[in-house]
């Protein structure tokens, strides 16, 4: 999919005295910041060849059957694996099913429901489960809210280690860890917490590492059309830690990069760098 996207040239204004979005990057990094400053017509990174993103359409992803039948989920685009948007008209209302399925599971694990420490369980269980897949109900366009600013700006912004917390859809059970985001503005830039709220987006779902860090990468591209996006996660697989194999210290590092990123060596060591950096 990454090799599939599409640039188009943009002309920007020169900015001689544009300072790294990361602070004391270019004190550090002096080389590959000279490099970026001296290019006066950075290639924009766009998901389609005129840069807009039909609502509630996949963005390049094979169309998979839709395979739920519940009531709500409809027009539900969760089978697709880029959604950017997904929004049951009522949540809640799927919380008396929700409550009588895991009352159904603890009775399946010989448990007797009705004992007092479990009498609201199944309750407070789906409670947490419509918490932990909250994602669902948001959409990229509610999470910006307009904090997309026109500037000139065409250095590296970089936010490291976002707190991540996320729902391995193959066991569910909880995966987590932290998300390093870089991106190349090309006279837009995206308010700082808006990376996070990203992040909170898609990791709020049921998840596989892999897919997680794409779909990041592409939200910070439709947001801003930059140059170039980077997105490193590290994560902690309780399906790992807790069963299975069981290696209590392993870790999983993924990344995505798009754009000047993926093409551009000295630029990708950049941000490698700075994500590294304590």
Not at 85 to 114: C, F, I, Q, V, W
Not at 148 to 153: C, I, K, M, S
Not at 240 to 256: D, H, P, Y
């Amino acid at each position: 999919m990454d090799r599939n996207f599409l640039s188009q040239t943009d002309d920007l204004a020169n900015s001689g005295n544009v300072v790294g979005g990361v602070d004391g990057a270019n004190d550090t990094f002096n080389s590959p910041s000279v490099l970026s400053k001296t290019i006066t017509n950075r290639p924009k990174l766009l998901i389609k060849t005129n840069g807009t993103i039909p609502e509630n359409e996949s963005i390049q992803t094979p169309m998979t059957p839709r395979t739920s039948t519940t009531p709500g989920h409809e027009n539900c685009t969760f089978h697709h694996d880029l959604e950017l948007d997904h929004k049951p008209p009522t949540r809640e209302a799927l919380l008396p099913d929700m409550a009588r399925s895991y009352r159904l599971l603890l009775g399946g694990l010989g448990e007797n429901p009705d004992r007092q420490g479990l009498i609201k369980t199944p309750e407070r269980a789906a409670k947490a489960m419509l918490f932990f897949t909250k994602g669902y109900d948001q959409s990229l366009e509610d999470v910006l809210n307009g904090a997309v600013f026109d500037e000139d700006h065409d250095e590296m912004v970089v936010v490291k280690d976002i707190e991540m917390f996320s729902m391995c859809e193959h066991h569910l059970v909880p995966f987590y860890g932290k998300v390093s985001i870089g991106y190349l503005p090309c006279n837009k830039i995206l308010g700082l917490s808006k990376l996070a709220r990203i992040v909170e987006i898609f990791s709020r779902r049921l998840q596989v590492q892999e897919r997680l860090t794409k779909q990041i990468a592409v939200a910070v591209t439709q947001a801003v059309q930059p140059a170039g996006v980077a997105v490193v996660v590290e994560g902690v697989h309780m399906c790992m830690v807790m069963r299975g194999v069981q290696k209590i210290n392993s870790k999983t590092v993924t990344s995505t990069m798009l754009g000047v990123f993926r093409d551009d060596p000295k630029t990708r060591e950049e941000f490698l760098n700075l994500v590294n950096s304590k």
